[in-house]
């Protein structure tokens, strides 16, 4: 059923918590969420216009925190 799945335009928060100190690659994590994402929460990772991504060590317990919200188009102007 994809009636709930989000279309258009987003932006995506990540917040990854890890117990202890490890290194991990962020950008892999984040490859990962988002394909597993797909299909079931957004259409296709392309949708991503923008992103945000921390990561947190010494957490209580491994969690991924992910917040979703339309992408609100942003003017640039040129400083002159």
């Known amino acids: 059923d994809t009636t709930n799945i989000l279309v258009g335009k987003i932006s995506v928060s990540v917040t990854l918590y890890f117990k202890g100190k490890k290194e991990i690659d962020c950008d892999n ?3 990962a ?6 299909g079931i929460i ?3 990772d392309k949708q991503i216009y923008h992103l945000e991504a921390s990561k947190i060590l010494d957490a209580q ?12 188009e942003m003017t640039v102007y040129d400083i002159v």
Request: proline fraction near 4%; glycine fraction near 0%.
């Open 29 to 31: 994590c984040l490859k």
């Open 42 to 44: 957004i259409d296709n």
């Open 61 to 72: 317990e491994d969690s991924i925190e992910i917040e979703i919200t339309p992408f609100e």
């Open 33 to 38: 969420i988002f394909d597993a994402m797909q």
